[in-house]
């Protein structure tokens, strides 16, 4: 009888944690996610308020872009602190030590180049961070290689390239808060004339006279103050173009 008995407790007592366990997981919050795809391009600000605008070439000024490439890795949407809720993750992870080549311009015409397509919780999102990275996951003799970014252009039908091996954190910030609700693609773009903002073109010279003006960190050319220019420019002339953006409430 004291056998039976025991046996009934510990029944009891598997019984009472089954029923609560799955009462705990039953409360376990469950947040909605939408499926968010990524891309990168290049245009110009003036098209920045329209989203279906397309730029069929870049041609600003003098210049005539006829290709543009990044190096990047650890892109991250975040939540707006006070979007924030006990138990939803906080950070979408879009890549992570996953270097990748982003090409925005490809003989002339602007590219749509696909960053990544993840499940993101839905919500309103305030920033989205990246690392612009040198590029190391391509053979010694390419191009890109120990380089973040390269664009070749027409400069007053003269050949010019601009490269930079800077390294940094670039984190956009959205005045309106990116909304996520719902399947949607985000076009991350480069706006070319806010990339070149500001910049003396009369300071431009082919100094070793080889037929290409080059701007880059080793001022082969003596372009070096034009380098910090384009330098501390980059950051800026990057920005989402679309998304569903609301104002703060």
């Known amino acids: ?45 003036f098209n920045q308020d329209d989203p279906n605008a397309r730029t069929s070439d870049l041609v600003f000024g003098t210049f005539s872009v006829t290709d543009v490439k990044l190096s990047i890795d650890n892109v991250k949407l975040i939540l707006r602190g006070e979007d924030e809720v006990k138990g939803k993750p906080s950070i979408v992870q879009i890549r992570d030590k996953n270097p990748q080549i982003l090409t925005l311009v490809e003989d002339s015409q602007p590219m749509m180049s696909p960053i990544g397509t993840v499940m993101a919780y839905d919500g309103i ?8 990275i040198q590029a190391e996951n391509v053979p010694e003799d390419d191009e890109m290689y120990g380089l973040s970014m ?23 910030m959205f005045n309106k808060g990116l909304e996520v609700e719902g399947a949607q693609d985000l076009i991350l773009t480069m706006y070319f004339d806010k990339f070149l903002e500001g910049l003396d073109y009369t300071m431009v010279k082919d100094g070793n ?34 998304g569903s953006f609301k104002e703060k409430e």
């Open 150 to 172: 390269i664009a070749k252009v027409m400069w007053s039908d003269i050949p010019a390239i601009f490269y930079l091996d800077l390294e940094d954190e670039v984190n956009l």
């Open 1 to 45: 009888m004291k056998q039976s008995n025991f046996k009934m407790m510990l029944l009891a007592a598997a019984a009472s944690s089954v029923f609560f366990a799955c009462e705990e997981k039953e409360e376990s919050p469950q947040f909605k996610q939408s499926e968010i795809s990524v891309y990168a391009t290049a245009d110009f600000s």
């Open 125 to 132: 999102y305030g920033k989205l961070n990246f690392d612009l």
């Open 209 to 242: 006279a080889d037929g290409t003006i080059e701007v880059g960190p080793n001022d082969i050319d003596g372009n070096g103050e034009l380098y910090e220019a384009i330098s501390d420019n980059i950051a800026a002339s990057l920005d989402f173009r679309n």
